[in-house]
């Protein structure tokens, strides 16, 4: 394939999610504006992922620090970008100056690595914190009955803000597992709202992905973050 096919695939494929993201969201009873979209950008060469910014996709998901910041000049600056993936704690210095939001938070320790860095470069870093919903060894996040507990720990670190949730649903499940995996996580969030507890907001339910995104738009979701069905298979 030419690079121009490429590209003209990726610009249709942004019109089509678009539409489908707002129509999905008509018909749950939600405002399309309610839904935010994400180009996921891991493994996906920076020309494409700058279609998809010229497109609208303004929001940038990355999955790892090394990509990151070997891309990260190639970036049409009007994009903003998002940390996704697992975090190691001695890659947080890498990446801080140039994300917006980490949604990937599972440990106290992780967080405090933020927070320092965040200090450093004059900010305060918004987050999410990730959870686990299948309780999957293999992945990184929490296990939904400890998030109160999590959260009051999190209140007390500076420079980092937790403005919601992100979870990602097993690859295995079924559609009715993975919507239950999304009602209860919406449930969880709705939950924690009404807890109002200090220095803990939630805006942010980052949940739906190239499979799923529908779903997770009927169960609340103001975030879905869009790889394959945007730029095509990975490799
Ligand atoms: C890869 C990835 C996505 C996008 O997955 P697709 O199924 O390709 O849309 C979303 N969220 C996270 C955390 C990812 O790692």
Redesign the pocket.
Known sequence: MTENQQLEIVRENAKRIKYEVSEAAVKYGRTPDDVRIMA?T?TVPAMLVNAAIEEGFSLL?E?RAQELCAKYDEYSQNAEIHF??RLQTNKVKYITDKISMIQSVDSIKLAREISKHAQKHGKTMPVLVEINAAMEQSKGGINRAALTEFLCELAQIPFIKVEGLMT?PPADADELETEKFFSQLYGSFLDTREQKIDNINMYTLSMG???DYKSAIKHGSTLV?????LFGL?K
């Open positions: 996921v891991k998901g999955n996704i993936g990602i992905m190239s499979s973050r869009i790889g394959s069905a990975r």
